[in-house]
Structures are given as structure tokens and as C-alpha cells.
């Protein structure tokens, strides 16, 4: 890996909220990296504490959570340790977020217009004029047929599809060097899901963004990411190139969750299921995550958090990891 | 939006005729009419008069019909007291009821909303602290205690500002209004706040919960994640939202607050409506009743009206349907 | 499967059985207290020393209220007992063995004692009025929720115009058609309340109602009255309490200010609010406490109440849960 081609790398990340009923460690000591114009998927079920990984990246984490622990190296600098107002000037700018509900992330009283402006006129200094041409521009180049009448329009006056390509119309404003997008298509419906993946591709690949894509869907990271890095409750299990992970998995949970898919199972056979449920993130047990649900586990994962073990350009976190460059799935 | 308005009238119209009946009920049908309207001291020949002017041996809906058009015609009846018509009365005083009531709820909300958002932004701050506590101090203190208890440190221990009365008056548009002559305010001022005071707590609780809630909603994160500053955040974004409410909930404590303001008004010696009115229900001058409360409701209907345009002006979501695309 | 030997059991959890969750190894679970909901709920409630401090206000409020005839040093209302030579005492003035600790009115009543009376009255009112409304708000909102349809809307017309009347005007033209008396202020208060708890009541209902287990009641067929009393109206009841708290402190003020008035209960069943009013006139010459005690009262009452009422609020509000 190359240094300085990375944009974001984050080393040993932990951010725990604080509550009532106890320490919920959401990420629990989390590091992967992201090249230069690289997609890397975030794959987790919900629960893993993938969102609060995004927030974290952003310093937008809500109390009672905090970010107890790490560095987040961004173009070189450690904004782990940046005060708001720095990190203000960060956000938007140079890392943008897309959010996973498009209904509730515009504000419903505010036109598109303003909302696309004021993105722009609060790191730039230009007059609205122009603003207002550069976010018609955005608009069209998110899909958006005919963006001027759509300026003045509501949020409310979009579908679900239209919307989510606002919002990435809006954190694509400012040509940031890494978009964290969370969920973008988990809220609409499959042919939209096709539209809006296609759209991103297209845009990464001409812009050279870089682009964290969290889901929980392998199918949908399938065909668009680099990379991939599987959480589980609050760790990364594994991280590598996609076609490998995906291929010859390593990690058994990450086989378990290929398995999973359901167009991978064969006709009339019982579709596979990871046993158990997961784990709450609360009361957090020293020991490995997954031992609970895994075919695989000892004593040894009872006790001690797995150590990495690196193999061909891959990071398991596993004290039984299948060998031999993977299972076959 | 004119179907919205017509719509709205027409509903304000059968909200008018609804009350109308019950005035109607209230006055008409139980006990005897003709004491309701004439002089308790008035001789047999003039109640006979009265008897066959009011059409009492005509059927009730007649009589319904006479007393509606009566009200239309801004017949109310002559005031016992005074010997002049109530509703030319009631009119008269209305001014003075309405400068107080505008000015208290204008301090409410220029005062409580700006401290609400603060608190509700800061929620842990000592200052928010302090204001969330005061508030809940002013929502438990009785207005009319509170009026006295001023009086008493204000006036009579420091003598700094007048007891009771109206001030000077000058003429806006051809109706008297006091704010604007210096003696004018030093006699507001006591009044309004005491009558002010509960409306002042509840602004900041609901300025304070709305931005509470608003703090936690994804558009207020995905506007931050922009890269907004916090006060753009607050201004821009969060203030909107917060308006629908609180203009929702001023309209019906605007129509509290003139309510409230009868036990001001007899307390500062303020020569509004209220005053008229409690001194009515003491000597049951009964067209003085009737007209006051025929004018408080038409009143509250248009204050309602007015509410329901704003909150359409400030809600797109209500105003425009579904374009979609 | 054998459960004889402990270890044997930990041994089997960990070697054949792998697929059974393992309990986290937090030892520290022994010692937390028993996670009963209620338990949960008190255990939040304490949390504001405010709230728990204005409960136990209330609470001793209450208390004197039920038993002032036994505790006032004197029955003011009892003519008998009254001598105008102690009128317009000051506070803690003593006149033989009796010590006037607030002071005594223009006829010579002990503050003290009437403040308990009126206490006595000004919540009486208050609560019974407010017992009714639940009633009352309770039976119209949980049919037009179960029965649903036209009449629920009926009902909830009915309701949103009461509702976009100011409680005081509302209570305002109640006396003013009616006349004055206890009975018509209690009358006046249930009417402006009522509604409130009908709108809430209902808006639980109609959540609770497409529930499954109101479903199976009726599978049962059991008879509507006794699933919507019996299944449906506990589960209603929480949102009721903190519109009980709020109410119960309007419905105090409401009803000292119409007795200030003059329009409110009858000398014979003097509230708080009457006494603040008699002693206006002696506020202008300096004495103060004629009308600053009942206030005072006044306002410790209704404080406790929304301590309490507010921070129930907070506690279960399930917009602000995280």
C-alpha cells in the first residue's frame, strides 16, 4: 500500500456511546485505509456499528457517544484530533456524507434551491448567481432531468429516487476528495437501487472521488467497490480486494454472510442461515464477536480478541481462519 | 389556496352559527328572555312591550331567526347599566383589551423563543439550566398573584411605575393606542407582564422542545455534514421548523391571553373589555354578556383563520400538494 | 439432557453444543438491582432531584389539605371563633396562647388556618374535576378509537373545536351562561378538560388497537365493553398521566383565578384564589401577607405538580429515546 496514494486511513478507531444501561462500544477498534479514486465497501449487518463509523470519520457523532480512541488520517492529517471548526471546514467540502433516508435528510420546509446554495456559499465565497448555476449543473449531473424547474420544488415534491439524487447531487458540490455514503439505496426499490449504483460508478470513475459504500447488501458492493471490509458488532473481520474476499472468504463469518445470499443457494434446498442472532453491543465480552455463531470457535476466541492474520493482501481477524487462501464458496 | 380560504371561511361560519345557537340557548330558551334583556325594574306595560317586540309567542326557530338578525344587525340589546347599546359597548373597550393582549404575547415570543432555542441547542449549559428552571417557575405562578406581588414591589414599596390605569393615548388609524406616548408604556408595562408571564414559560418550553427535537433529526445532521456552521444550522434550518408550532399554539394563547386579561384588567384598573365584563356578570347586565362573548368568539375565529393561513404559508408540505416528478 | 454437574453443563455449552448463545462474561451482572420495568422507571424518576423533590411538595400538600380541620390551629370559617380585635395582625404576632404565624386578615382569621382550608377546597375542586374529565375524555376517546369510522370522526370534530377554544374563555362563558357555584365550576372544568384526555386516550387506543393481542380479544368475542376497558385502557394509560399532571395544574389556576374574580366558588367554600383577592385592598397600606401566603401556597402546589408532570414527561416521551 501506498502511503500517499491513500486519501483515508484509520488506525484502531473506537467510539463508544456512553449510556444508562452502559458502555455501548459501537466501534470497537477499527482500522482500513482508502486509495486515491478507490471504492471500498463496508459491508455489516445492522447493529455492526457501521454508520457510527461513518459519523465518527465526520466528528458527527451524537452524545452520549464519543470518539474515544484512534487516529483518522485524512490526506495526511489526523482530524481524530481537529476541533469543530476545523472539522466544519472539512465537512462538505473536502469529505461529504449521503445519508440513508432521503425523506428526512432534506429539510421539508426549505427549498431545493436554498439547500443546494447554501452547501456551496458556506465554503466559497461567491455570489448566489453562480452558486445557482453550479447546483443546476449538480443536478444534471446526478440524472435529473430539466434542474432548473426542480430548483425551486420542495423535498416533498420528489420521489424517494429523485431525493437521494439530490442528496448526492449536493455532497458531490464541492468536488470532495472522499464521499461516505451510508445506505444510499437501502430505502428504495430495487430498480432505483440499479439506476443510482450506475450513476455512482460513472461518477467515481470520471471524477476520481473516492467512495466508502456502507451497506449490509453484498450484493449491491458486488459490482461497484475495490475493496471490501466486513464489520461485525463493532470490528472489522475482514478487508481486502473484493474479488478475492468475495471468492475465497476467509473469515467464517464473511463465509457465512456469502453463503447467505440467497442467489447463491441452490433450488429446493433450505436457504442457509449464520446461526444465532447478533449480538447486543453492550457489555462487549473481551473475546471474539462471532464465537457465539461460529462452527469454528474455542477457547482460544472465548478469551483473547483475535489477532490479524495477513495473507495475500488480505487482514483476518480470526483465530481460525480458513486457510489456503480462503473457502470455496 | 382561494378553495383553502373558502373553505376556511365556511367552516368559520358554521363554527359562528354553532355558537350563535348556544348563545341563543343559553340566553333565549332557559329562563325567561324578556329578564335577560330588559331592565329587572322595568314596569309590566314596558315588559309586555318588550314581549311582543322580542316575539316570544312566536315558535322557537322564529325566534331564532329575530334574535340572528339581530345580532347581524349589531342589535345586541341596551346595556342595563350604561342604557347604551352593549354591542357599541363592548366595541368601544375592545382597544384597550387588545393592545394589552398584543403587547404580553409579543413579549412572550420576542423574549421566550430566542431563550427556548438556546436552551434547547445547549441543553446542558448552566445559563439553559437556569432558564428551563425559571420557566417552569413562571408556568406555576398564578397571573393575578403575580400582577399583585408586583404591584406591591413596584409601585407601592419603589414607586417606580404606575398601579393602574391606562396611559395617554394616541390615535392609529383612528383607533386609541397607548404603546406609543411614553406615559403610555410606563402603564403598560406592569400589566403586560404580568399577564405575559405564563405565556413567556410556555414559549420557552415549546421553543426548547422543538429544538431539542430538531437537533436530533437527520436533516439537521445531513445539514451539518454540509459543513454548515451551527448557526446557520439553527437560523436557517431549524427556526422554520420550530415556527409551525409555536405560531400554532400562539393563535390559541392569543385567545387565552384575552381571557386572561379580564383578571388584569380588574386588577390595574384597565378599561378594556374584560372589566366591562366581570363587572357585568356581577350585576348580570346580561347584553353586556352577550355582546362580549359574541365579539370574543367571531374574534377568535379570525384569529384562528389568520393561524390557519400562516401555518399554510409555513408548512410547503400543506401549501403544495405532490408534484411528483 | 442432564443437568447434574455444573461443569459438565459449562463443558458441554462450550465443546458440543457450539450453536447456544454463551452468556457475556460481565460477572458484574450479580449485583444490579432487579430490571422490572417499574424498577427502571423509578430508578429514572430519581434521577432529577427537582422532580423527586417536588413529589414529595405535592405529596405533603396533599396531605395537609385531607387533614386540615385536625391540623389548623384554628377553624377560620367558624364565626365563633374569630375575634375582630385580631384582625390585621402581622406575622408570628402572638395574642395569648395562640400564635398567628402568618398573620391574620381583616377579620381577625388566622392566614395559617385558612390556608389549609383553602387548600382543602382548591384541590378538591381541582381533582375531582380533573377524575371526572379522565372519565369522561377516557370513555369518548376509546370508543371513537375502537369503534372507528364515522363515529370517531364525530367525536374528534367535536373535540378539536372544544379543544381550539382557550380554556380560560371556555370556562369564562361556562359561568357566565350558568351562574356561579362549586358545582358549576366543577361543571365548567371538566368541560374545558375533557377533551384533552379524549384526544390522548385515543390516539393510544388507536396505536394499541391494531395490536395483536386486541385482535385475539376479539377472536374471543368478547363483549366491546369489556376488551376496550379491561384489554385496551391499561396499556392507554401512560401519555394519560402526564396530560393529568399538566391539567390538574391548569385546572388550579383556572379555578383561583375565576374565585379571584369573584365568579369562582362561593365565600362559603373560600379557595385560595379568594383569599389572594380579599387581600388586595390591604396590599396598597403594606400588608403584604393577607394576599402573599395563599399565593405562596398557591404556587408551591402547582410548582410541585409540573416538577413532577415535567420530568414525567421527559421519561416517557418516546420521541426523545435514543
Same mark, same amino acid.
Given at each position: 500500500m501506498n502511503k500517499s496514494q491513500q486519501v483515508l486511513e484509520v488506525k484502531n478507531l473506537k467510539t463508544h456511546f456512553f449510556t444508562r444501561a452502559g458502555v455501548v462500544k459501537a466501534v470497537n477498534d477499527i482500522s482500513f485505509s482508502v486509495d486515491k479514486g478507490e471504492v471500498l465497501g463496508l459491508v455489516g449487518e445492522s447493529g455492526s456499528g457501521k454508520s457510527v463509523m461513518g459519523f465518527s470519520i465526520l466528528g458527527l457523532v451524537d452524545p452520549p457517544g464519543r470518539v474515544v480512541g484512534g487516529e483518522i488520517i485524512f490526506n495526511g492529517e489526523n482530524i481524530a484530533q481537529f476541533s469543530d471548526k476545523q472539522m466544519q471546514q472539512l465537512r462538505g467540502k473536502r469529505i461529504a456524507m449521503i445519508f440513508q433516508d432521503p425523506m428526512m435528510t432534506l429539510n421539508p420546509v426549505l427549498r431545493i434551491d436554498t439547500q443546494m446554495i447554501e452547501a456551496i456559499r458556506t465554503h466559497e465565497n461567491i455570489d448566489k448567481r453562480t452558486a445557482y448555476e453550479r447546483a443546476c449543473e449538480g443536478?444534471?449531473?446526478?440524472?435529473?432531468?430539466?434542474? $432548473?424547474?426542480?430548483?425551486?420544488?420542495?423535498?416533498?415534491?420528489?420521489?424517494?429516487?429523485?431525493?437521494q439524487r439530490v442528496a448526492i447531487a449536493i455532497a458531490m458540490l464541492n468536488k470532495p476528495d472522499l464521499i461516505i455514503a451510508d445506505e444510499p439505496t437501502t430505502a428504495l426499490d430495487v430498480t432505483i437501487q440499479a439506476q443510482i449504483l450506475h450513476q455512482m $460508478?460513472?461518477?467515481?470513475?470520471?471524477?476520481?472521488?473516492?467512495?466508502?459504500?456502507?451497506?449490509?447488501?453484498?450484493? %449491491? %458492493?458486488?459490482?461497484?467497490?475495490?475493496?471490501i471490509s466486513v464489520m461485525y458488532s463493532g470490528r472489522i473481520v475482514e478487508n481486502g480486494p473484493i474479488d478475492d474476499v468475495l471468492d475465497r472468504?476467509?473469515?467464517?463469518?464473511?463465509?457465512?454472510?456469502?453463503?447467505s445470499v440467497p442467489?447463491?443457494?441452490?433450488?429446493?434446498?433450505?436457504?442457509?442461515?449464520?446461526?444465532?442472532?447478533?449480538?447486543?453491543?453492550?457489555?462487549?465480552?473481551?473475546?471474539?464477536?462471532?464465537?457465539?455463531?461460529?462452527?469454528? $470457535?474455542?477457547?482460544?476466541?472465548?478469551?483473547?480478541?483475535?489477532?490479524?492474520?495477513?495473507?495475500?493482501?488480505? $487482514? %483476518?481477524y480470526c483465530w481460525h481462519p480458513y486457510e489456503d487462501e480462503g473457502a470455496k464458496v | 389556496m382561494t378553495e383553502f380560504i373558502i373553505r376556511r371561511l365556511t367552516q368559520s361560519i358554521g363554527v359562528l352559527l354553532i355558537m350563535s345557537i348556544l348563545v341563543f340557548v #343559553?340566553?333565549?330558551?332557559?329562563?325567561?328572555?324578556?329578564?335577560?334583556?330588559?331592565?329587572? /325594574?322595568?314596569?309590566?306595560?314596558?315588559?309586555?312591550?318588550?314581549?311582543?317586540?322580542? #316575539?316570544? /309567542?312566536?315558535?322557537?326557530?322564529?325566534?331564532?331567526?329575530?334574535?340572528?338578525?339581530?345580532?347581524?344587525? #349589531?342589535?345586541? #340589546?341596551?346595556?342595563?347599566?350604561?342604557?347604551?347599546?352593549?354591542?357599541?359597548?363592548?366595541?368601544?373597550?375592545?382597544?384597550?383589551?387588545?393592545?394589552?393582549a398584543f403587547i404580553s404575547m409579543l413579549f412572550a415570543i420576542i423574549i421566550g423563543v430566542p431563550l427556548g432555542m438556546y436552551a434547547g441547542f445547549k441543553p446542558d449549559s448552566l445559563v439553559s439550566k437556569s432558564i428551563m428552571g425559571g420557566s417552569i417557575f413562571g408556568f406555576s405562578l398564578p397571573p393575578f398573584w403575580v400582577a399583585l406581588m408586583i404591584i406591591f414591589v413596584f409601585s407601592v414599596k419603589l414607586g417606580w411605575l404606575p398601579a393602574s390605569g391606562r396611559g395617554e393615548t394616541v390615535d392609529l388609524f383612528g383607533i386609541p393606542v397607548s404603546f406609543l406616548t411614553w406615559d403610555g408604556l410606563t402603564h403598560l408595562i406592569l400589566p403586560a407582564f404580568s399577564l405575559g408571564l405564563l405565556r413567556l414559560s410556555l414559549m420557552i418550553r415549546l421553543a426548547r422542545a422543538g429544538t431539542y427535537e430538531n437537533l436530533m433529526m437527520d436533516y439537521v445532521k445531513f445539514a451539518r455534514a454540509k459543513g454548515l456552521s451551527d448557526m446557520r444550522v439553527i437560523m436557517g434550518h431549524i427556526l422554520k421548523n420550530i415556527m409551525i408550532p409555536i405560531v400554532t399554539i400562539s393563535g390559541l394563547e392569543l385567545g387565552n391571553t384575552i381571557a386572561f386579561a379580564v383578571i388584569t384588567e380588574t386588577i390595574y384598573a384597565w378599561p378594556g373589555m374584560g372589566k366591562l365584563v366581570i363587572d357585568a356578570i356581577g350585576v348580570l347586565d346580561r347584553p353586556v354578556i352577550v355582546a362580549y362573548l359574541m365579539l370574543v368568539v367571531v374574534m377568535f375565529i379570525f384569529i384562528n383563520f389568520v393561524v390557519d393561513l400562516l401555518y399554510s404559508v409555513l408548512d410547503p408540505r400543506v401549501r403544495l400538494g405532490d408534484l411528483k416528478s | 439432557m442432564k443437568q447434574n454437574n455444573p461443569d459438565e453443563y459449562t463443558e458441554r455449552k462450550t465443546m458440543d453444543k457450539p450453536f447456544d448463545p454463551i452468556e457475556p462474561d460481565g460477572a458484574e451482572d450479580i449485583l444490579k438491582p432487579p430490571e422490572t420495568p417499574l424498577w427502571l422507571f423509578i430508578s429514572e424518576f430519581m434521577e432529577n432531584r427537582l422532580a423527586v423533590l417536588g413529589f414529595f411538595i405535592f405529596l405533603g400538600i396533599f396531605l395537609i389539605a385531607l387533614s386540615a380541620p385536625w391540623i389548623s390551629p384554628q377553624n377560620p370559617f367558624d364565626l365563633a371563633q374569630l375575634d375582630i380585635m385580631n384582625s390585621?395582625?402581622?406575622?408570628?404576632?402572638?395574642?395569648?396562647?395562640?400564635? @398567628?404565624?402568618?398573620?391574620?386578615?381583616?377579620?381577625?382569621?388566622?392566614?395559617?388556618? =385558612?390556608? @389549609?382550608?383553602?387548600?382543602?377546597?382548591?384541590?378538591?375542586?381541582?381533582?375531582?374535576?380533573?377524575?371526572? =374529565?379522565?372519565i369522561i375524555g377516557s370513555v369518548m376517546g376509546l370508543i371513537s378509537a375502537y369503534f372507528g369510522g364515522r363515529t370517531d370522526m364525530l367525536v374528534m370534530r367535536i373535540v378539536d373545536i372544544q379543544l381550539s377554544f382557550p380554556p380560560m374563555l371556555v370556562a369564562l362563558i361556562l359561568i357566565a351562561v350558568l351562574g356561579q357555584g362549586a358545582d358549576k365550576i366543577i361543571i365548567s372544568l371538566v368541560a374545558v378538560q375533557w377533551a384533552y384526555y379524549a384526544r390522548t386516550i385515543r390516539g393510544s387506543a388507536l396505536v394499541e388497537r391494531s395490536k395483536e393481542y386486541i385482535e385475539a380479544a376479539s377472536c374471543l368475542s368478547l363483549s366491546h365493553r369489556r376488551i376496550m376497558f379491561v384489554h385496551l385502557l391499561p396499556n392507554c394509560l401512560p401519555p394519560v398521566i402526564i396530560v393529568v399532571t399538566i391539567q390538574v395544574a391548569r385546572a388550579i389556576i383556572i379555578e383561583s383565578s375565576l374565585s379571584f374574580l369573584g365568579?369562582?366558588?362561593?365565600?362559603?367554600?373560600?379557595?385560595?384564589?379568594?383569599?389572594?383577592?380579599?387581600? @388586595?385592598?390591604?396590599m396598597l397600606s403594606g400588608m403584604y401577607w393577607i394576599s402573599f401566603f395563599p399565593?405562596? =401556597?398557591?404556587? @408551591?402546589?402547582?410548582?410541585?405538580?409540573?416538577?413532577?408532570?415535567?420530568?414525567?414527561?421527559?421519561?416517557?416521551?418516546?420521541?426523545?429515546?435514543?
Open positions: 443536478l444534471a449531473l446526478v440524472g435529473i432531468p430539466s434542474p $432548473q424547474e426542480r430548483m425551486s420544488a420542495y423535498p416533498h415534491q420528489f420521489s424517494g429516487g429523485m431525493r $460508478q460513472k461518477i467515481c470513475r470520471e471524477s476520481g472521488m473516492s467512495l466508502i459504500w456502507i451497506t449490509h447488501d453484498l450484493s %449491491v %458492493v458486488a459490482g461497484l467497490a475495490k475493496k472468504p476467509c473469515h467464517p463469518y464473511t463465509h457465512g454472510l456469502i453463503q442467489s447463491r443457494n441452490r433450488r429446493g434446498k433450505k436457504l442457509y442461515q449464520i446461526s444465532g442472532t447478533t449480538p447486543s453491543l453492550l457489555n462487549i465480552s473481551p473475546g471474539c464477536a462471532f464465537r457465539s455463531r461460529c462452527e469454528r $470457535q474455542d477457547q482460544r476466541c472465548l478469551t483473547s480478541p483475535p489477532g490479524t492474520s495477513m495473507m495475500n493482501g488480505r $487482514q %483476518v | #343559553g340566553v333565549f330558551a332557559i329562563g325567561d328572555p324578556v329578564e335577560v334583556l330588559i331592565n329587572p /325594574d322595568a314596569t309590566q306595560a314596558e315588559v309586555e312591550q318588550m314581549t311582543e317586540d322580542l #316575539g316570544l /309567542d312566536k315558535p322557537v326557530w322564529e325566534q331564532y331567526f329575530i334574535f340572528l338578525t339581530n345580532v347581524v344587525k #349589531g342589535n345586541l #340589546g341596551n346595556s342595563f347599566v350604561f342604557n347604551e347599546p352593549a354591542l357599541k359597548l363592548i366595541l368601544s373597550h375592545a382597544p384597550a383589551t387588545l393592545e394589552l | 390585621e395582625l402581622k406575622p408570628g404576632a402572638k395574642i395569648g396562647d395562640m400564635t @398567628f404565624w402568618l398573620g391574620t386578615d381583616g377579620q381577625g382569621r388566622d392566614m395559617l388556618s =385558612a390556608i @389549609f382550608y383553602g387548600l382543602r377546597v382548591s384541590l378538591t375542586v381541582s381533582v375531582v374535576s380533573t377524575i371526572i =374529565a379522565v365568579i369562582g366558588l362561593p365565600i362559603t367554600e373560600p379557595s385560595l384564589g379568594l383569599l389572594v383577592a380579599n387581600g @388586595f385592598e390591604f399565593g405562596i =401556597a398557591l404556587v @408551591f402546589t402547582i410548582l410541585s405538580i409540573n416538577l413532577v408532570g415535567d420530568h414525567l414527561r421527559d421519561i416517557l416521551n418516546p420521541r426523545l429515546k435514543k
